[in-house]
């Protein structure tokens, strides 16, 4: 059973950047097969898709976060990563890493870890 | 970029009835690329159909998905208690999004 873990700071300053972890256990991210993604949820509102990363290392990005957006792997600790530069008060939300099939389906999710945008 | 259009916003049954819901597209959508997701308060989503009709892992089957195109709709049979939350359309075409999500409420 794959299993995600958010990890990282809970409040960030506006114009810092924010930084995320995700830890996965339960499966191999060099086992290939499946994109490793960043999701997130305002408050009370809906999904977003932020972007994805393959083991090998290649990243796509909403493009509408795609200047502001970093994916990275490390497969030696089978963790990934985002980075969010120059937030504002509009990128507070609930951030989930998750697991995309090839099929493009969002089959396993960490439970989310909210971040908030604060002086 | 593919915008999805979950109808209706809230939808109110009781227990036992039957649920539509619908996820329109802006346009065509390959059915392979097109899921639905249920996620209660709290909680992150879960992946309920994927390939527009195939249930994922240990999902029952109330459950079901169909559509092709720009038009699709997930259904639940017989509403069970624990059916009550809100429901998401996702595609993927050069991105993936998601629809706005239906909340499905006790009547």
């Known amino acids: 059973q794959v299993q995600l873990q958010e990890s990282g700071p809970g409040l960030v300053k506006p114009s810092q950047t924010l930084s995320l972890t995700c830890t996965v256990s339960?499966?191999?991210?060099?086992?290939?097969?499946?994109?490793w993604s960043w999701i997130r949820q305002h408050p009370g509102k809906g999904l977003e898709w932020i972007g994805y990363?393959?083991?090998?290392?290649?990243?796509y990005y909403n493009p509408s976060l795609k200047s502001r957006v970093t994916i990275s792997v490390d497969t030696s600790k089978n963790q990934f990563s985002l980075k969010l530069s120059s937030v504002t008060a509009a990128d507070t939300a609930v951030y989930y890493c998750a697991r995309v099939t090839r099929g493009q389906a969002i089959d396993y999710w960490g439970q989310g870890t909210l971040v908030t945008v604060s002086s | 970029e593919i915008v999805l259009t979950q109808s209706p916003g809230t939808l109110s049954l009781s227990p036992g009835e039957r649920a539509t819901l619908s996820c329109r597209a802006s346009?065509?959508?390959?059915?392979?690329?097109l899921a639905w997701y249920q996620q209660k308060p709290g909680q992150a989503p879960r992946l309920l159909i994927y390939?527009?009709?195939s249930r994922a892992t240990g999902i029952p089957d109330r459950f079901s998905g169909s559509g092709s195109g720009t038009d699709f709709t997930l259904t639940i049979s017989r509403l069970e208690p624990e059916d009550f939350a809100v429901y998401y359309c996702?595609?993927?075409?050069?991105?993936?999004?998601f629809g706005q999500g239906t909340r499905l409420e006790i009547k």
């Open positions: 339960g499966g191999s991210i060099s086992s290939g097969g499946y994109y």
């Open positions: 390939g527009a009709s």
């Open positions: 346009q065509s959508v390959s059915s392979s690329y």
């Open positions: 996702q595609q993927y075409g050069s991105a993936i999004t």
């Open positions: 990363i393959y083991y090998s290392g290649s990243t």
